[in-house]
């Protein structure tokens, strides 16, 4: 896999929501900028094994 796309919705909540398309990895924090360190803390979790870690692609819904 070269990258995996991340779908970031408002949390009903608070906060925000990121969900990866095509693997089963999902986090959320309170801002964007948090967001973005859980997502890549989430894909190196998933990925632990793998040398190279795919590519990290954020969509705002």
Known sequence: MTEIVFL??????GGYTARALGESIFTQADDLESL????HDAVHCHF???QIYPR????NN
């Open 56 to 59: 990290i692609i954020i969509k």
């Open 36 to 39: 973005q360190e859980m997502v």
């Open 48 to 50: 632990h094994h793998e």
């Open 8 to 13: 970031v919705e408002d949390d009903p909540d």
